[in-house]
């Protein structure tokens, strides 16, 4: 069965420096999606970078970055130059495979990311 | 309004109550979907609809029962629940995915549900 794993509950780091939140997944299949989303203490979930298993550049948006290293089954997030806004909960999910033409996600743990001024 | 809103944000009911959540989405997506996320737990699919057709319940109890009347509405209607059931449960909604999988989700803010 397809999982998303992420070790780190809760993070800090200290305002503009740059922070990478792990996240290790398992499938057996040769073709998924890899999502980060963010979700600030209002509760609604951001959609922050998308990495394809198939893409062979690392997915860049703005300030997020993501660190894919297929043969580890890892897509790290790398948050460069930290702001107090960032300071969120951080979810990694992973598109199922066998559900593609519904867009089932399947959810890691997430990390609390905490911004230090 | 755009994207997806969520009615109402807060709930609070007691465990003979009967009430609904309301999901809306303005994105034109044909999907629609309720997580439940408790604490300290990963975010749990619930139901997945699909051009108002539900195509995947996931093993979740008869107390909770959805319904899309539409592919911009989708409601959660609850009745009986128990404490346990005290969760934030959010609603989203992506396009018809055949060949994409690169489609975000779109989610709402999410109701806090309460259950006393």
């Known amino acids: 069965a397809q999982k998303i794993t992420q070790t780190q509950p809760g993070m800090f780091v200290q305002e503009k420096e740059a922070v990478t939140l792990d996240c290790t997944y398992d499938?057996?299949?040769?073709?998924?999606?890899l999502f980060w989303y963010k979700q600030p203490s209002s509760g609604e979930m951001i959609f922050l970078i998308y990495?394809?298993?198939?893409?062979?550049q690392n997915a860049t948006e703005g300030r997020y970055s993501l660190n894919f290293q297929k043969a580890r089954k890892s897509a790290n997030l790398v948050i460069s130059a930290s702001q107090l806004g960032d300071s969120a909960m951080y979810f990694c999910a992973m598109r199922d495979p066998l559900s593609s033409n519904t867009g089932k996600l399947i959810f890691g743990q997430g990390t609390t990311l905490q911004v230090k001024p | 309004e755009t994207g997806v809103t969520q009615t109402p944000r807060h709930l609070v009911m007691g465990m003979t109550n009967k009430k609904s959540l309301k999901c809306e989405q303005h994105?034109?997506?044909?999907?629609m979907y309720w997580y439940k996320q408790s604490a300290k737990k990963p975010l749990e699919l619930m139901f997945v609809?699909?051009?108002?057709?539900?195509?995947e319940n996931n093993s979740v109890p008869s107390r909770f029962s959805p319904e899309c009347p539409n592919s911009s509405h989708l409601f959660l209607h609850l009745h009986t629940l128990q404490p346990e059931d005290s969760a934030l449960y959010l609603c989203a909604s992506s396009q018809d995915l055949t060949e994409q999988m690169n489609t975000e989700a779109f989610f709402g803010q999410g109701t806090r549900l309460t259950v006393v």
């Open positions: 994105l034109g997506h044909n999907a």
């Open positions: 990495q394809g298993s198939y893409d062979e």
């Open positions: 499938t057996s299949d040769q073709s998924y999606g």
């Open positions: 609809y699909n051009f108002k057709e539900q195509t």
